[in-house]
């Protein structure tokens, strides 16, 4: 049978146990799950430094080689649907989407249809790299479904292993443009006091911690203090809004890039997203502190306010170094021009 290979080095500070440790470091582009991943171990599919492992409580150590034998994609039942995309940029080997918000990038539960494959599928049809699994052909990376801006889809098998290896090296440039409640302020005290926070030359806030599925809500992630993930956010204010400020237009940009990353590592750090229903919490602006309608809008706003405007990495196959931009959409646009107290659409 046809297999794809998967290799990987085991990170500092391992789990004990080699099913947590392969949960923890397998890179993300490859969506195994710790229930698959133990699948794979009972199944003789994991090696750890060439030698097969059976045990899923075998321990393992920083710098232990891994490889996973990954069985043949199977066919996928997705329908191509006739969904139009805004692409960036596309050859024979990959494709560069700005996503709109509410588009979803792959089937799941509850969203079958609709989502950036679906359309993918219509667009390339069967030249999409089957690495990602048959309901993720193509995806190397994600953002969520209300967050907009830009990805890259791999559409040979070769392009998304090379995408998957900067990823996991943390080479790929992401930088998204966010509207924060709060100002990230180095004299803020409280800030001062988070563990994993500090502030760098200009002013950018670093965020540093351990991230991990919430231990009750499992859709959610958290900062935690041992185990999970190593995360790191490096936070840059923009523009401030109101007087005394209130709100923040922020870039932030990712040197890794975990499930839910900034939207957990801002609400962390007090600086929870307007509009996010997640980890924003119910905060409201102070109405007092803004240009009229300024706190409406920004309590009205439907998504996380969160764009991923750049994105640039080196071409897997030509080696040509590609950088993007996307301009911030319109409703995020609005709603800067009500906290900046500009917008005049309805005047006479």
């Known amino acids: 049978m046809a297999q794809d290979l998967l290799g990987f080095v085991i990170g500092a500070a391992p789990p004990p146990r080699l099913d947590k440790a392969l949960a923890r470091d397998v890179p993300e582009a490859a969506a195994l799950s710790r229930t698959r991943l133990a699948r794979l171990i009972e199944e003789d599919a994991v090696r750890v430094n060439g030698e097969v492992v059976h045990d899923a409580k075998a321990r393992v150590v920083e710098g232990d080689r891994i490889d996973i034998a990954l069985p043949a994609p199977r066919e996928s039942h997705m329908e191509p649907e006739a969904i139009a995309l805004k692409i960036a940029f596309e050859d024979d080997d990959l494709i560069v989407i700005d996503k709109p918000a509410g588009m979803v990038v792959h089937p799941a539960p509850g969203t079958p249809s609709g989502t950036l494959v679906n359309a993918l599928l219509h667009h390339c049809g069967d030249r999409l790299s089957g690495v990602g699994g048959a309901r993720r052909p193509g995806i190397v990376h994600r953002i969520d479904k209300d967050t907009s801006g830009l990805l890259v889809v791999a559409k040979s098998d070769a392009a998304h292993q090379g995408l998957a290896a900067q990823f996991a090296a943390h080479t790929v440039e992401r930088a998204y443009l966010a509207v924060a409640h709060g100002v990230p302020d180095p004299g803020d005290p409280r800030l001062a006091g988070l563990a994993g926070l500090r502030f760098d030359a200009g002013g950018v806030l670093v965020i540093r911690t351990q991230l991990a599925r919430h231990r009750t809500d499992r859709q959610r992630q958290a900062v935690v203090t041992s185990g999970g993930r190593h995360a790191v956010t490096r936070v840059r204010l923009c523009e401030t809004f109101g007087q005394p400020p209130a709100a923040s237009l922020v870039e932030c940009r990712l040197e890794t890039g975990r499930t839910h990353q900034i939207r957990v590592h801002m609400a962390y750090a007090g600086l929870g997203l307007i509009g996010d229903p997640v980890y924003g919490g119910a905060r409201r602006l102070p109405a007092r502190a803004l240009p009229e309608g300024g706190s ?31 301009p911030l959409p319109a409703d995020m646009t609005a709603l800067l021009d009500r906290l900046r107290g500009t917008d005049d659409s309805e005047t006479g």
């Not at 809008?297 to 071409?315: D, S, W």
Request: overall charge positive; cysteine-free; charged content about 15%.
């Open 296 to 326: 409406e809008a920004a309590r009205r706003f439907p998504r996380q306010a969160l764009h991923a405007g750049v994105l640039g990495f080196t071409h897997p196959l030509s080696g040509t170094a590609l950088r993007f931009s996307s």
